[in-house]
């Protein structure tokens, strides 16, 4: 018998405080969650939390919640110091580590721990796949610009290749993280140098909207990453995320009513019918422009 | 450091390396590397061609198939990698690890660079494909300062090739969904950003205007110079302003850290713009050459003539340019 869909809680992709942080955590810790992802994937300068807090954080959460909890390593990872940073976070010897970067894959591969590939990692066939899986992946978090087909076809591709194969966990909600630079969005939108940003972005707990010159939302500004406008939302293309053979579906934190959320996807995958619509955006789901609502556009 | 310079086309092909290139990287006419273009790069016999110009010449040829094969197409991947095993590149560019293991084992002689599509940007990814796959050299995405290239360059285990002159990527490359989410095509998957068949100009009361899948990128006044609309060069709405919210159309230029690239150890400068044409490959090649040559002459004395810049200016995007990334103020 398949078992039951699993639910995720991504890391969270904003810079919130450590006060905001912790309570937001012990809401989620009584929350049905079969995994909780925490730390710092978007900045390296947003240190409210060091890893040391991560680690205590995890500890606390695994004596009050069943979930497991797993480490996320930082996506974009440049500085010298940074680099030291993920080593810090591969020997934590305690927490399985999502890798967000090749570097955070290497190290996990050399210290033989098996690991989650995250969504920043650029997976896209079966042969890629097998390459990630030999150096110790278990978990595959696709990027979030796959089509549901080109996810099937790939963990179809890899089947055929006699190797292990992984976990697949869908990025199922919540603002898509879609690119990664050099350049602080944020600091520039507040005229602030980036090496004097003075933690601007936390004064944005959900980003800030960049809209064009006709007011339609397009991207979300979370200081180095540019995120979708739309928030995206797979719960109406459940059955599609069951037959793609999805085990997880991962719900990615807002600033407000995760816990609604996560109740709505904890009811589809109890057995509860999913909406036949829903608001938010799912185009890449359906191999379109993923701004777009699939069933606006007549495509479901 | 040695000069890699774009083609798009055979007549591309043979102005740069009449101008100088030690090498030529181009692409084959699909969506197996990160220009394709309607119209551009090679068929097989301008590859042949070009191959024997090459030859001639003393130069080297490179060949980018460094988008990311989706399952369906991995067989085209897969043959692009023997066409250029069997052309007999010099070396062959690639991202995806799939494609990077099939040529390390199928063709173990044959040279490997990791793209820029690869956005590795430490030397713990560099070593990954170092290790896994043999590459000899690695191309770095344009997001690095010019500290954070000397410190990845001191513990990378390959030779480093660096974007010198072209369309400044202000995403890290590889690491950018922004035109797919748009439009349903991107540099990873479809090998372009910003498709032109996407593209829509329209004359309207508020000025010209252009979109993309019919999203407004950026509107002109009377006088205002319009360029392509490239999504993360247009003007958008931030907290009530309108500005280039993400960056303005300017191109790279790095004609001032030669010196220091060179103090790096890095081994070789790249043109971006196989999409561009065969006269505009022809004046960067020239200026470049040029500017490697004077440094290489004369490391102590080495100056930035001023033709070099108006030359580079002329042909920039915006007529801007800019040291990118490295320049820490920049990001």
């Given at each position: 018998?398949?078992?039951?869909m699993?639910?995720s809680l991504?890391p969270?992709?904003?810079?919130?405080?450590r006060?905001?942080?912790?309570d937001?955590?012990a809401?989620?810790a009584?929350?049905?969650?079969?995994?909780?992802y925490?730390?710092?994937?978007?900045?390296?300068?947003?240190?409210?939390m060091?890893?040391?807090?991560?680690l205590g954080l995890?500890r606390e959460?695994?004596?009050?919640s069943?979930?497991?909890v797993?480490?996320?390593g930082?996506?974009?990872?440049e500085?010298a110091?940074?680099?030291a940073?993920?080593?810090?976070?591969?020997?934590?010897?305690?927490?399985?580590?999502?890798?967000?970067?090749?570097g955070?894959v290497?190290?996990?591969?050399?210290?033989r721990l098996?690991f989650?590939?995250?969504?920043?990692?650029?997976?896209?066939?079966?042969?890629?796949?097998a390459?990630?899986v030999?150096?110790?992946m278990?978990r595959?978090?696709?990027?979030?610009e796959c089509?549901?087909?080109?996810?099937?076809?790939?963990?179809?591709?890899?089947?055929?290749?006699?190797?292990?194969?992984?976990?697949l966990?869908?990025?199922?909600?919540?603002?898509?993280?879609?690119?990664?630079?050099?350049?602080?969005?944020?600091a520039?939108?507040?005229n602030?140098?980036?090496?004097d940003?003075?933690?601007?972005?936390?004064g944005?707990?959900?980003?800030?909207?960049?809209?064009?010159?006709?007011?339609?939302?397009?991207?979300t500004?979370n200081?180095?990453?540019?995120?979708?406008g739309d928030?995206?939302?797979?719960?109406?293309?459940?059955a599609?995320l069951?037959a793609?053979?999805a085990?997880?579906?991962?719900l990615?934190?807002?600033?407000?009513?995760?816990n609604?959320?996560?109740?709505?996807?904890d009811?589809v995958r109890r057995?509860?019918?999913?909406?036949?619509?829903?608001g938010?955006c799912?185009?890449?789901?359906?191999?379109?422009?993923?701004m777009?609502?699939?069933?606006?556009?007549?495509?479901c | 450091m040695?000069l890699v310079?774009?083609?798009?086309?055979?007549?591309?092909?043979?102005a740069?390396?009449?101008?100088?290139?030690d090498?030529v990287?181009?692409g084959f006419?699909?969506?197996?590397?990160?220009?394709h273009?309607?119209?551009?790069?090679l068929?097989?016999?301008?590859?042949?061609t070009?191959?024997?110009l090459?030859?001639?010449?003393?130069?080297?040829?490179?060949?980018?198939v460094?988008?990311?094969?989706?399952?369906?197409?991995?067989e085209?991947?897969?043959?692009?990698?023997?066409?250029?095993a069997?052309?007999?590149?010099?070396?062959?560019?690639?991202a995806?690890?799939?494609?990077?293991?099939y040529a390390?084992?199928?063709?173990?002689?044959?040279?490997?660079?990791?793209?820029?599509?690869?956005?590795?940007t430490?030397?713990?990814s560099?070593?990954?494909?170092q290790?896994?796959?043999g590459?000899?050299r690695a191309?770095?995405?344009?997001?690095?300062?010019l500290?954070?290239?000397r410190?990845?360059?001191?513990?990378?285990p390959?030779?480093?090739?660096?974007f010198?002159?072209?369309?400044?990527?202000i995403?890290?490359?590889g690491?950018?969904?922004?035109?797919s989410y748009?439009?349903?095509?991107?540099?990873?998957l479809?090998?372009?950003?910003?498709?032109?068949k996407?593209?829509?100009?329209s004359?309207?009361?508020?000025?010209l205007?252009?979109?993309l899948?019919?999203?407004?990128?950026?509107?002109?006044?009377?006088?205002?110079?319009?360029?392509?609309?490239?999504?993360c060069k247009?003007?958008f709405?931030?907290?009530?302003?309108r500005f280039?919210?993400?960056?303005?159309?300017?191109?790279?230029?790095t004609?001032?850290?030669?010196?220091e690239?060179?103090a790096?150890?890095?081994?070789a400068?790249?043109?971006?713009?196989?999409q561009?044409?065969?006269?505009?490959?022809?004046?960067?090649?020239?200026?470049?050459?040029a500017?490697?040559?004077?440094?290489?002459?004369s490391?102590a004395?080495?100056?930035?003539?001023?033709?070099?810049r108006?030359?580079?200016?002329?042909l920039?995007?915006?007529s801007?340019?800019?040291?990118?990334?490295?320049?820490?103020a920049?990001?």
């Open positions: 018998m398949e078992s039951r699993k639910l991504g969270v992709l904003f810079y919130w405080d006060k905001t942080l912790l937001f955590y809401d989620m009584s929350q049905p969650l079969d995994v909780i925490l730390g710092e994937t978007v900045c390296s300068k947003r240190r409210a060091g890893l040391d807090d991560w995890a959460l695994s004596q009050v069943q979930a497991e797993v480490l996320s930082l996506a974009l990872v500085a110091s940074e680099l940073s993920l080593k810090r976070l591969c020997d934590n010897g305690d927490l399985r580590v999502e890798a967000n970067d090749m955070a290497q190290l996990l591969a050399e210290r098996p989650v590939g995250g969504p920043a990692l650029n997976l896209y066939n079966g042969h890629a796949l390459e990630l030999n150096a110790g278990v595959w978090v696709p990027p979030v089509s549901g087909a080109l996810i099937r076809q790939a963990m179809a591709q890899l089947r055929g290749l006699d190797v292990t194969v992984p976990e966990e869908i990025f199922a909600y919540g603002h898509l993280p879609l690119a990664y630079s050099a350049r602080c969005f944020t520039r939108a507040e602030r140098p980036k090496d940003c003075q933690f601007c972005c936390q944005y707990p959900e980003g800030i909207p960049l809209l064009s010159q006709e007011g339609q939302a397009l991207f500004l200081g180095i990453q540019t995120m979708s928030v995206s939302n797979l719960l109406a293309d459940y599609g069951s793609c053979g085990n997880l579906l991962r990615s934190p807002r600033a407000a009513g995760m609604e959320v996560i109740t709505m996807f009811a057995g509860a019918t999913p909406p036949l619509a829903i938010g799912n185009g890449y789901w359906h191999g379109q422009p993923g777009l609502r699939a069933e606006e556009v007549g495509l | 040695h310079c774009p083609a798009g086309s055979l007549p591309a092909l043979k740069a390396v009449r101008q100088g290139a090498a990287y181009v006419r699909d969506d197996t590397n990160a220009r273009f309607a119209g551009l790069n068929d097989e016999r301008q590859l042949e070009g191959l024997r090459i030859r001639e010449q003393r130069r080297q040829l490179y060949v980018a460094n988008t990311y094969p989706q399952p369906e197409g991995w085209r991947w897969r043959r692009a990698v023997d066409q250029a069997d052309l007999g590149v010099d070396a062959l560019i690639a995806d690890p799939g494609v990077l293991a390390s084992r199928r063709y173990p002689q044959l040279n490997l660079h990791l793209s820029v599509q690869g956005s590795a430490n030397a713990a560099l070593a990954f494909y290790e896994r796959y590459i000899r191309v770095l995405p344009r997001v690095l300062s500290k954070q290239v410190q990845v360059a001191a513990g990378s390959v030779p480093i090739e660096v010198a002159f072209g369309s400044l990527c995403m890290a490359e690491r950018c969904h922004l035109s748009l439009t349903g095509e991107s540099p990873n479809c090998g372009v950003c910003s498709p032109a996407a593209v829509r100009w004359e309207e009361p508020e000025g205007t252009s979109r899948n019919d999203v407004l990128i950026d509107r002109y006044a009377r006088d205002e110079p319009a360029g392509y609309p490239t999504l247009g003007r709405m931030v907290n009530g302003q280039h919210a993400l960056e303005e159309p300017t191109s790279l230029n004609l001032d850290l030669i010196p690239l060179a790096i150890g890095v081994t400068m790249k043109i971006e713009g196989r561009r044409s065969p006269a505009y490959v022809e004046q960067v090649t020239r200026v470049w050459r500017a490697l040559d004077a440094y290489l002459e490391p004395h080495y100056a930035v003539q001023p033709a070099w108006d030359v580079l200016a002329g920039s995007e915006g801007q340019t800019t040291l990118g990334a490295y320049h820490r920049w990001q």
